[in-house]
C-alpha cells in the first residue's frame, strides 16, 4: 500500500498551462490568462515545480493533441487550461478534454461555477470540467483573468491530494496564501 502522506516528494512537478484562444495564439493581444494561471501557482506553491505552457487556437483536434503531449510524452502530472468553455461554436475546450481523459471529475466544474456564480449570473454559461488521464489531472478554467484565480482558489484545496492519490508529486503550498485538504493519518 502507498503512504499517501509522503506522496512522492523528491519529484518536480511538472505542470501543463495552455490557454485556448484564436486572437491570443495570433499574436492579436497578450496571453493574460496564462499568465494569471502561472502567477497564482507562483503564489501557491513552495515545492518545486515547472510550467510546460503553450498558447493554441480553439481547434479541437489541436487541444486534444497538445493535451495527450503534455500528459504522455512530458509527464505533467497537472494541466491547467483556460479559454473555449463558453457557449460559442469555437468553444470546444471542454469536448477536446473529454476526449482525451479516460474519467470525468464533475465536481471540479460543479465547484467553479457555484463559486463564479457569485461575482456574475452569466457563470451558468461556463462549462468547466475536469478529468483524469493516466495518471494526471486536466482542469478547464475559464478565460477571464479574474475568473482564473476565482475558479483556482476554489478548486486548488483538492488538486495536492488528488495527485497523491494518483502517485503524482506531492504539491506543497504557502498555507498564508493557499490552504490544501489532506486527510490525517
Known amino acids: 500500500m502507498t503512504d499517501l502522506s509522503k506522496g512522492n516528494q523528491q519529484q518536480k512537478a511538472k505542470i501543463g498551462i495552455v490557454t485556448i484562444s484564436d486572437r491570443a495564439s495570433a499574436g492579436v493581444y497578450e496571453d493574460i490568462s496564462g ?8 503564489d501557491y506553491l513552495t515545492s518545486p515545480w515547472q510550467a ?8 479541437k483536434d489541436l487541444i486534444e493533441k497538445t ?12 494541466i491547467v487550461t483556460t479559454g473555449g468553455t463558453g457557449p460559442a461554436k469555437r468553444d470546444v475546450t471542454p469536448e477536446a478534454t473529454e476526449a482525451v481523459c479516460d474519467r470525468m471529475m464533475p465536481g471540479f466544474g460543479e465547484l467553479m461555477r457555484q463559486e463564479s456564480l457569485k461575482y456574475v449570473p452569466t457563470a451558468i454559461l461556463s462549462r468547466q470540467t475536469a478529468g483524469l488521464r493516466g495518471n494526471s489531472l486536466i482542469i478547464n478554467l ?18 495536492p491530494y488528488c495527485l ?3 502517485n503524482g508529486p506531492y504539491l506543497q503550498t504557502n498555507e498564508a496564501v493557499m490552504k490544501v485538504f489532506r486527510p490525517k493519518n
Open 35 to 42: 499568465r494569471a494561471i502561472i502567477d497564482s501557482f507562483t
Open 67 to 78: 493535451l495527450c503531449e503534455l500528459v504522455d510524452q512530458l509527464g505533467c502530472a497537472l
Open 52 to 59: 510546460e505552457y503553450r498558447v493554441i487556437p480553439d481547434e
Open 142 to 159: 475559464p478565460g477571464k483573468p479574474s475568473a482564473i484565480r476565482q475558479c483556482l482558489d476554489a478548486v486548488f484545496p483538492a488538486v
Open 164 to 166: 497523491d492519490l494518483m
